[in-house]
């Protein structure tokens, strides 16, 4: 198993939760790390990246709610997930965007996140 998460878990409007993706150290160093989420009849998309160097992109429905952030030291991105909404709920996978030695992806196992009204 390339990429583990943990962190997901039932919580109420306007909460918090982290989550936390442990990759191994030759994908992390050469990868752009990213979080997409899928809810139940909707198709995954895209919730925030970041790339080697620290930049970040993230999708407009989390925008000034959610932060993606990389401990290069551990292998970890993390995803500060802040006044969550129930629209917000899904499974939520971490990605590896692998560039060097080769282009190629990997996905985590995804981890449940529930926000009640």
């Known amino acids: 198993v390339q990429l583990v998460e943990s962190g997901g878990g039932l919580v109420q409007a306007g909460g918090s939760l982290r989550l936390s993706c442990a990759a191994s150290?030759?994908?992390?160093?050469?990868?752009?790390m990213g979080w997409y989420r899928q809810a139940p009849g909707k198709q995954r998309e895209l919730v925030a990246t970041?790339?080697?160097?620290?930049?970040?992109n993230y999708a407009d429905s989390v925008k000034g709610r959610f932060t993606i952030s990389r401990a290069n030291f551990v292998n970890t991105v993390y995803l500060q997930m802040n006044s969550l909404k129930p629209e917000d709920t899904a499974v939520y996978y971490c990605?590896?965007?692998?560039?060097?030695?080769?282009?190629?992806?990997?996905w985590g196992q995804g981890t449940q996140v529930t926000v009640s009204s």
């Open positions: 150290g030759s994908i992390f160093r050469n990868s752009a």
């Open positions: 970041i790339t080697k160097s620290g930049s970040t």
């Open positions: 990605h590896a965007d692998l560039t060097w030695p080769e282009h190629k992806n990997y």
